[in-house]
């Protein structure tokens, strides 16, 4: 009996350090489909700062995610973590079907930070009207560089994708990926292109 607690306490450190060590699983996988990779923003549960709303029509699926944070000048603060898997390597447009509700400024609540893989954080943003949803999506690369449209390159098999919030009061509802080469006739600098919004209505591809 006198060694029943050095064992308690020796047993609990083992299960802690069993636990560690088991293989942690990705509960966010989306897999790129004939050139295409579809993401339901709140397919991610809310992390600090991030919302989900369901305040404003227009959105796809259960809701939409909102940043409800301060104003964030950290991308690694409330970062939202996709693995994606691809099959068709290359460059890939990128929008996200967004909104922000500023009454007098578009410049104001219209951007997050987004990165790729190891690559650097960028800024990302649109200049969408007041109360609109649309596609309008940019990367700032540097003092008045800019990319638009923007593209990310996605190796084959998994890449990594993360969203970390900026200003609050922007809202994110779709995020898609489409190959340059594949998939052409689906993409338009249009943020209303009929093709992206009839792809917008389909289901997302999500693996857990």
């Not at 060590?21 to 990779?37: M, S």
């Not at 000048?73 to 890939?92: I, Q, R, W």
């Not at 200049?127 to 949803?133: A, F, V």
């Not at 994708?161 to 009061?169: A, C, H, N």
Request: aromatic share 14%; with cysteine.
């Amino acid at each position: 009996m006198k060694h029943l607690p050095f064992t308690m306490v020796s047993l609990s450190f083992l299960m802690l350090f069993l636990v560690a060590c088991q293989p942690k699983t990705e509960q966010h996988t989306f897999a790129e489909k004939e050139g295409i990779i579809r993401i339901e923003a709140e397919s991610h549960p809310p992390v600090s700062g991030w919302e989900l709303k369901t305040d404003n029509p227009g959105y796809s699926g259960k809701g939409y995610l909102e940043w409800t944070g301060e104003m964030n000048f950290d991308p690694d603060f409330g970062v939202l973590h996709f693995a994606l898997l691809v099959e068709n390597e290359g460059d890939y447009h990128f929008r996200i079907y967004n909104r922000h509700d500023h009454p007098h400024d578009y410049t104001e609540n219209n951007d997050i930070f987004t990165k790729t893989n190891d690559g650097d954080w960028l800024k990302t943003f649109s200049h969408l009207s007041y109360k609109e949803w649309g596609w309008d999506t940019r990367f700032e690369m540097g003092h008045l560089d800019f990319m638009d449209p923007p593209k990310v390159y996605l190796k084959k098999g998994r890449n990594d994708f993360y969203i970390g919030g900026r200003s609050p009061g922007f809202k994110m509802d779709q995020i898609h990926f489409f190959h340059s080469q594949m998939i052409a006739d689906h993409y338009d600098t249009n943020q209303d292109n009929p093709h992206v919004l009839a792809i917008n209505l389909k289901d997302s591809q999500h693996e857990d």
